[in-house]
């Protein structure tokens, strides 16, 4: 039943190492889009895609680099990890054409670099 | 960049009546959105506005003024359960949704 779904839910990891994040949505939703929400709970968009083409790429390190396999599936793989990548990420996913275009939200992914 | 700005908290009692503003400054409108994201949680979708006016749903209502740049987010009839961060968000030009700080909730038995 699950709509977007995030693994893994926490990660707790070295400055330095290399991290993935997944994401799937069983919406049939055509975006998806990952965010970042840091320590003072602001909502940041870092990328978005639809079907499967990176349309939204905000100034974010290079470190950050999103993957779509399939239009259902975005992954989020970080390089070279640092302290202040700690934060929530979010996966989101909408469909587009709608009027609202409403975002629906996975669970977050609590990260935090050591 | 977007500037959306919002109280940061807001404290309430039981059965009262809070109303959250939100202002905006974008480049280019196509909506606003209200979510609500309780500690812990993920963001969940609660209203839209795109044209003026007011939108309820139940407790909750939202308006937008569009030539203003402002909206608020009414909660009616406040129960425990409401208490959480609410994000306003607008949609830009370019269909690129920026969230506001978010205004944490209080709601006092």
């Known amino acids: 039943d699950t709509a977007v779904s995030q693994t893994p839910k926490y990660l707790v990891t070295q400055m330095g190492n290399d991290k993935s994040i997944k994401c799937e949505q069983n919406?049939?939703?055509?975006?998806m889009y990952w965010y970042k929400q840091d320590s003072k709970k602001f909502l940041k968009i870092m990328f978005s895609?639809?079907?499967?083409?990176?349309?939204i790429n905000e100034t974010v390190p290079n470190r950050f680099s999103p993957k779509s396999p399939d239009k259902a599936h975005l992954n989020l793989h970080i390089n070279s990890l640092e302290l202040g990548d700690s934060a929530v990420y979010f996966c989101?996913?909408?469909?587009?054409?709608?009027?609202?275009?409403?975002?629906?939200f996975g669970p977050g992914t609590r990260l935090t670099v050591l | 960049g977007q500037n959306i700005d919002q109280p940061t908290e807001m404290t309430a009692t039981e059965g009262a009546i809070v109303q959250i503003n939100c202002t905006y400054q974008t480049s280019g409108f196509n909506g606003l959105f209200w979510y609500q994201q309780h500690a812990g949680e993920a963001p969940t979708f609660l209203s839209y506005n795109v044209l003026d006016g007011l939108e309820e749903k139940g407790r909750f209502s939202s308006f937008l003024s569009r030539s203003k740049g402002y909206s608020y987010l009414l909660l009616k009839e406040l129960q425990m359960k409401d208490s959480a961060s609410y994000l306003c968000a607008v949609r830009d030009g370019d269909y690129k949704l920026s969230f506001g700080a978010g205004t944490t909730v209080t709601v006092r038995a």
């Open positions: 989101a996913s909408s469909p587009v054409g709608l009027e609202t275009d409403t975002q629906y």
């Open positions: 919406l049939g939703h055509d975006t």
């Open positions: 895609y639809n079907n499967k083409e990176l349309i």
